[in-house]
């Protein structure tokens, strides 16, 4: 935590990589300086940001800034939750035993398989034909 009472912390999710920067205040969510809700369209994202403050019993507390870069809509979604995990760990390490428990600070480190020579896609093969 800095002078101004702001935590740093990163994190990622298939390509896409978050910065957040958390302080006490309001509750607002800023993505790339855009309201979280205009943001991320899809529901299922915006539930994804909100889970660790909903879990630590935060919502309102703290405002949330996030810069995030790479990847889609769903793996940037994932990349501010952990970090937002992470920062509310710094500013209220209590909730760090819930957030684990829920498996929110445990980054998924599952990447996008390569396409193969010889075949379309990376697992998919072409009809095997005998003659």
């Known amino acids: 935590v800095d002078?101004?009472?702001?935590?740093y912390t990163w994190g990622s999710r298939k390509t896409a990589k978050a910065q957040t920067w958390i302080?006490?205040?309001?509750g607002s969510l800023y993505v790339n300086g855009?309201?979280?809700?205009?943001?991320?369209?899809?529901e299922v994202d915006r539930e994804a940001?909100?889970?660790?403050?909903?879990?630590?019993?935060?919502v309102?507390?703290?405002?949330?800034?996030?810069?995030?870069q790479g990847g889609g809509l769903s793996g940037q979604a994932g990349a501010v939750a952990l970090a937002v995990a992470r920062g509310l760990i710094i500013h209220e390490p209590q909730v760090e035993p819930l957030l684990k428990e829920a498996?929110?600070?445990?980054?998924?480190?599952?990447q996008?398989?390569?396409?193969?020579?010889?075949?379309?896609?990376?697992?998919?093969?072409?009809?095997?034909v005998k003659r």
């Open 60 to 68: 309102g507390n703290y405002n949330v800034w996030a810069v995030v």
């Open 34 to 42: 855009v309201p979280m809700a205009d943001y991320f369209a899809e």
């Open 49 to 58: 940001v909100v889970k660790p403050l909903e879990l630590a019993r935060c």
């Open 3 to 7: 002078e101004f009472g702001r935590s």
């Open 23 to 26: 302080v006490e205040g309001s």
């Open 112 to 128: 996008v398989e390569r396409k193969k020579t010889g075949q379309p896609k990376a697992r998919k093969k072409y009809t095997w």
């Open 103 to 110: 498996g929110l600070l445990t980054p998924d480190t599952r």
